[in-house]
Every structure is written in C-alpha cells, then in structure tokens.
C-alpha cells in the first residue's frame, strides 16, 4: 500500500490578506481547488453593512455551503428568504436562484464552500473590475463558470433592504 505524505499547511489569521470582490465586500482566498484537487475551495467574506455579495445567480456545477461566522446574513434560497446568524449554515444547492447579504447595520463576516472548487476564480474575476459592471458584462464573465445572473430580480431585494451593491 502507498501512502502519499502531504506537507503541513498553516492559513494563520493574518494571512492570506481580504481582496476587493464586489463593492462592500472583500474575499480572502483560503483554499483554492489548486489546493484540494478541485473537490472544493473555502473563501471568507467580510461585508460592509447592508452590502450584496451578488445579483441573484445560480450556478449549474457547484454547491455551495455558507457559514456564518459573526453579524447577520440574509438570504434568498430558491424563492424563500431568510436570516441566518452566526453558527447558522445556509445551503445553496446547485441550479437554485439565489443571493446573500449582510442584514445588519455592522460589519459581517462568513465561510462560502464551494463544492466542487473553480467558482472562486469568477469571484477573483469581479475583484479585478475597475467599474461596476453592467448585466450584459456580469453575464460575460459569469458564463465560463455555467452561472446565470438576474437583475431584474436583484433590485427590487436591493431596494426593499436598502442594500449596496
């Protein structure tokens, strides 16, 4: 039998430094699928006040797992909304609508897993745009990544939360 030794990897809490991904929030990369062999990657996101991570999406080949660690995060989950406080695990399974943001007028913080990991290299894409992008170029750059954006549905949710994005 053989056995494979895989070195000791230590993610300390100053490391791995929060990038800008959508306004409002910051993505710090913690597991890329380079890491897992493309079984997973784990992202931290760290929100403004009442900031949208994402107009409502689905996404066709990965799941996605949200852990709150601190503040409130609501959601919609195929149609239903919800809030989710810390210790809560919002599940948002592949080809359902959906979308996330902080619900609280204090900074959030939460754990995405994305299964299987590649998702994490569009939210790296949106870290890099110098503009807000418009829905025509959102469905560019969401398109590698089989993943569907809906405006029209997004506003009206920014608009009754009062949220950024």
Not at 28 to 39: L, N, P, V, Y
Not at 47 to 65: C, I, Q, T, V
Not at 117 to 146: D, I, K, M, N, V
């Amino acid at each position: 039998m053989s056995t494979t030794t895989v070195p000791v990897r230590l993610l300390a809490a100053a490391d791995g430094q929060p990038e800008p991904g959508t306004p409002g929030v910051q993505d710090r990369f913690m597991i890329d699928g380079s890491d897992s062999d493309g079984r997973f990657a784990l992202v931290q996101h760290l929100f403004a006040p009442r900031a949208l991570a994402a107009p409502m999406h689905r996404h066709h080949r990965e799941d996605e797992f949200t852990y709150v660690l601190t503040g409130r995060i609501g959601a919609v989950l195929g149609g239903v909304e919800v809030v989710a406080e810390p210790g809560d695990l919002l599940f948002k399974p592949r080809g359902q609508w959906h979308t996330f943001w902080n619900a609280g007028d204090e900074p959030a913080s939460c754990l995405e897993i994305i299964s299987p990991a590649g998702l994490e290299q569009f939210f790296r894409s949106l870290a890099e745009l110098t503009e807000e992008p418009s829905p025509e170029l959102l469905a560019e750059l969401a398109a590698p990544y089989h993943c569907d954006a809906d405006m029209d549905a997004t506003l009206p949710l920014v608009e009754r939360h009062g949220l950024s994005f």
